[in-house]
T-cell receptor, first 112, second 111 residues
Framework: RKEVEQDPGPFNVPEGATVAFNCTYS??????FFWYRQDCRKEPKLLMS???SGNEDGRFTAQLNRASQYISLLIRDSKLSDSATYLC?????????????FGKGTKLSVKP | NAGVTQTPKFRILKIGQSMTLQCAQD?????MYWYRQDPGMGLKLIYY???????DKGEVPNGYNVSRSTTEDFPLRLELAAPSQTSVYFC??????????FGQGTRLTVV
């Protein structure tokens, strides 16, 4: 089982749609959780951290379920500018040290 | 505040050549990482460091070496470049389990 797994996508949605991405992680000792956004040929940038209580930032809502080892991202009222690849990222302790593990990403295309 | 700086931005290498990808951060972060991203694929961890003098292998370390003599710098060395090392290389830094900041990447082609 891969350490961080995401919906493979791509997701093609019209403007204004609501879209949800899911992610699961295998290491129950994982400590921190994030959603990153990566535009084509650019570096990943933090979209939002994910907390156990759930958190919201404008049109974006992230949820974490530690018992199920599941993370989600909800985007409401999609904009053309939301088109990007969304990466689920987990900081886990495995072996001697912890490190950041990235999912393969889910590509979102928002169409007019 | 420069953040994470990678050099060079682009490089073409011939098979068998060697090179060093430079990465520097000015945020006093303890963790630094090197990832590679092949076209259409996710990021794979090559090496990481939890502080000066401490490095550890990631998922795909073969063909690469790193060192961390200072908090600021984390160079990645490619010995005997191979076409399979054609990729985009990203360096990142963080304070332990907090968000990571990325450099703009180095696009490497081995021919």
């Amino acid at each position: 089982r891969k350490e961080v797994e995401q919906d493979p996508g791509p997701f093609n949605v019209p403007e204004g749609a609501t879209v949800a991405f899911n992610c699961t992680y295998s290491n129950s000792a994982s400590q921190s959780f994030f959603w990153y956004r990566q535009d084509c040929r650019k570096e990943p940038k933090l979209l939002m951290s994910v907390y156990s209580s759930g958190n919201e930032d404008g049109r974006f809502t992230a949820q974490l379920n530690r018992a199920s080892q599941y993370i989600s991202l909800l985007i409401r009222d999609s904009k053309l500018s939301d088109s990007a690849t969304y990466l689920c990222v987990v900081f886990s302790y495995g072996g001697s040290q912890g490190n950041l593990i990235f999912g393969k990403g889910t590509k979102l295309s928002v169409k007019p | 505040n420069a953040g994470v700086t990678q050099t060079p931005k682009f490089r073409i290498l011939k098979i068998g050549q060697s090179m060093t990808l430079q990465c520097a951060q000015d945020m006093n972060h303890n963790y630094m990482y090197w990832y590679r991203q092949d076209p259409g694929m996710g990021l794979k961890l090559i090496y990481y460091s939890v502080g000066a003098g401490i490095t550890d292998k990631g998922e795909v370390p073969n063909g690469y070496n790193v060192s961390r003599s200072t908090t600021e710098d984390f160079p990645l060395r490619l010995e005997l470049a191979a076409p399979s090392q054609t990729s985009v290389y990203f360096c990142a830094s963080s304070i332990t389990a907090n968000e990571a900041f990325f450099g703009q990447g180095t696009r490497l082609t081995v021919v």
